[in-house]
T-cell receptor, first 117, second 114 residues
């Protein structure tokens, strides 16, 4: 595998279900991100992890719970979601913090299309 | 705080015509600027980036962008549109320290008419 991978690619879940989205980056980066992309809305940054530590949480409801066990893996745990949470969830990674290896551009996975029924 | 404004949520061009997608930014420090493309049901793919070197940046698929500090702009152009260029395009900005996540514009949908 190369780049950023996300599983599953599609997910349909009821409002009472619990599911998790997985992201894995194979680029050796030290920062990972979750974004939400809804129809006709701009990209919404949800969470940021730098060096496995959460550094940003943009007022995301608690029904979304991120987990970053190491610098290569990022999860988004979902429970008791609402229909308005249906969206494309994108994961990204980058190399930040200065230094010769930092490039700042984010590399995106293909996304998970989530439908909440 | 940084911000990005993309003028025009939808741009339509004829095949073979010039593509011009507009992006203006606001940043209190010298910025890094990016253009991404998103095809349907896919993630975002980096087209090109400006990182304070040459002001005219060439990217993939024949696209290029010019950084104009005086106009705080970073417009994306392509001399001749192809049907395969139809997609959503996003402009993004980051500060030089790279310690803040990218700030994205709302996107511009490009349609190419045969």
């Amino acid at each position: 595998e190369t780049g950023v991978t996300q599983t599953p690619r599609h997910l349909v879940m009821g409002m009472t279900n619990k599911k998790s989205l997985k992201c894995e980056q194979h680029l050796g980066h030290n920062a990972m991100y979750w974004y939400k992309q809804s129809a006709k809305k701009p990209l919404e940054l949800m969470f940021v992890y730098n060096f496995k530590e959460q550094t940003e949480n943009n007022s995301v409801p608690s029904r979304f719970s991120p987990e970053c066990p190491n610098s290569s893996h990022l999860f988004l745990h979902l429970h008791t979601l609402q229909p308005e949470d249906s969206a494309l969830y994108l994961c990204a990674s980058s190399q930040v913090g200065g230094g010769a290896l930092s490039s700042y551009e984010q590399y995106f996975g293909p996304g998970t299309r989530l439908t909440v029924t | 705080a940084q911000s990005v404004t993309q003028l025009g949520s939808h741009v339509s061009v004829s095949e073979g015509a010039l593509v011009l997608l507009r992006c203006n930014y606001s940043s209190s420090v010298p910025p890094y600027l990016f253009w991404y493309v998103q095809y349907p049901n896919q993630g975002l793919q980096l087209l090109l980036k400006y990182t304070s070197a040459a002001t005219l940046v060439k990217g993939i698929n024949g696209f290029e962008a010019e950084f104009k500090k005086s106009e705080t702009s970073f417009h994306l152009t392509k001399p001749s549109a192809h049907m395969s260029d139809a997609a959503e395009y996003f402009c993004a900005v980051s500060d030089l320290g790279g310690n803040t996540p990218l700030v994205f514009g709302k996107g511009t949908r490009l349609s190419v008419i045969a």
